[in-house]
Nanobody, 119 residues
Framework: QVQLVESGGGLVQAGGSLRLSCAASGSTFSINVIAWYRQAPGKQRELVATIGSGGTTNYADSVKGRFTISRDNAKNTVYLQMNSLKPEDTAVYSC?????????????WGQGTQVTVSS
């Protein structure tokens, strides 16, 4: 079992920055990939960024150059640094952990944190 707790959301003006945190606990050794997703009202959930256990990162085109995903293994925490925020970045941001144990793959979700960017 893995538990994920997000924090760091809030209200910010366009052009501002926020840093989201995703703290993992439990069987963190089994985590293969951690991803940030977001979902705006009336829209489908969107993959924002991923970071693998080896540190490989990937980003959605909509956030490339503005968002940075990173991890602190000592704290079992993944961060999403969001710069140059735009109103269209407004959404609930959730972190997701993919765990692999042999042939068994399980995903876990955090509760989400609201990010609101005002114009």
């Amino acid at each position: 079992q893995v538990q994920l707790v997000e924090s760091g959301g809030g209200l910010v003006q366009a052009g501002g920055s926020l840093r989201l945190s995703c703290a993992a606990s439990g069987s963190t050794f089994s985590i293969n990939v951690i991803a940030w997703y977001r979902q705006a009202p009336g829209k489908q959930r969107e993959l924002v960024a991923t970071i693998g256990s080896g540190g490989t990162t990937n980003y959605a085109d909509s956030v490339k150059g503005r968002f940075t995903i990173s991890r602190d293994n000592a704290k079992n925490t993944v961060y999403l640094q969001m710069n140059s925020l735009k109103p269209e970045d407004t959404a609930v941001y959730s972190c997701n952990a993919l765990t692999v144990a042999g042939a068994v793959k399980i995903t876990y979700w955090g509760q989400g944190t609201q990010v609101t960017v005002s114009s």
